[in-house]
Antibody, heavy 119, light 108 residues
Framework: EVQLVESGGGLGKPGGSLRLSCAAS????????LNWVRQAPGKGLEWVSS????????YYADSVKGRFTISRDNANNSLYLQMHSLRAEDTAVYYC????????????WGQGALVTVSS | DILLTQSPALVSVSPGEKVTLSCRAS??????VAWYHQKPGQSPRLLVY???TRASGIPRRFSGTGSGTEFTLTISSLESEDFGVYFC??????????FGGGTTVDFK
């Protein structure tokens, strides 16, 4: 059974930093691209970033480019999102999501980690 | 970015009724569209990918159609667990996937 478990959410200050982690199990971790998708309170879904199975190909939404860094540790089946220069509009539930077999849609999602940016 | 417009924003239905949800893309996305269902307080669940292929474990009452810019998700006979928000997603532009704004399905 595929499992994705996020951790590291919480309260961050404007201009501050937070790091999210996602522990994965139940699939061949290094074979799949992984993603971060966020959802602001009461709003829709916004793709944030993706990383290929090898870690060599990385993409970001314009809204986070230059501030967020995605990475993965294939030895420990873990995905990360380092967030810097936080803004109020980064407040959201952040989901870790696994690519499907045919790629680029998301066939499994974690339960989400809430990030609140406030002074 | 490719804009996805979902309609209606809200639909009120009774169990057993048929529901058709629409998703329109601002440019052609081939059949690279997925649909997700999200219940309150839960993470999204994949229903359909490739515009018409049901994901593993998804009941036959869910069906997706479309290609190009117009897509629909049909629930043939709504069950109580089907209420919530439905999102479409395009992944034709795989460098920048986008989601529609969602359609809420609630009780009439």
């Amino acid at each position: 059974e595929v499992q994705l478990v996020e951790s590291g959410g919480g309260l961050g200050k404007p201009g501050g930093s937070l790091r999210l982690s996602c522990a994965a199990s139940g699939f061949t971790f290094s074979s799949y691209s992984l993603n971060w998708v966020r959802q602001a309170p009461g709003k829709g879904l916004e793709w944030v970033s993706s990383i290929s199975g090898s870690g060599n190909n990385i993409y970001y939404a314009d809204s986070v480019k230059g501030r967020f860094t995605i990475s993965r540790d294939n030895a420990n089946n873990s995905l990360y999102l380092q967030m810097h220069s936080l803004r109020a509009e980064d407040t959201a539930v952040y989901y870790c999501a696994k690519d499907g077999v045919v790629t680029d849609y998301f066939d499994h999602w974690g339960q989400g980690a809430l990030v609140t940016v406030s002074s | 970015d490719i804009l996805l417009t979902q309609s209606p924003a809200l639909v009120s239905v009774s169990p057993g009724e048929k529901v058709t949800l629409s998703c329109r893309a601002s440019q052609r996305v081939s059949n690279n569209v997925a649909w997700y269902h999200q219940k309150p307080g839960q993470s999204p669940r994949l229903l359909v990918y490739g515009a018409s292929t049901r994901a593993s474990g998804i009941p036959r009452r869910f069906s997706g159609t479309g290609s190009g810019t117009e897509f629909t998700l049909t629930i043939s006979s709504l069950e109580s667990e089907d209420f919530g928000v439905y999102f479409c997603q395009q992944y034709n532009d795989w460098v920048s996937v986008t989601f529609g704004g969602g359609t809420t399905v609630d009780f009439k």
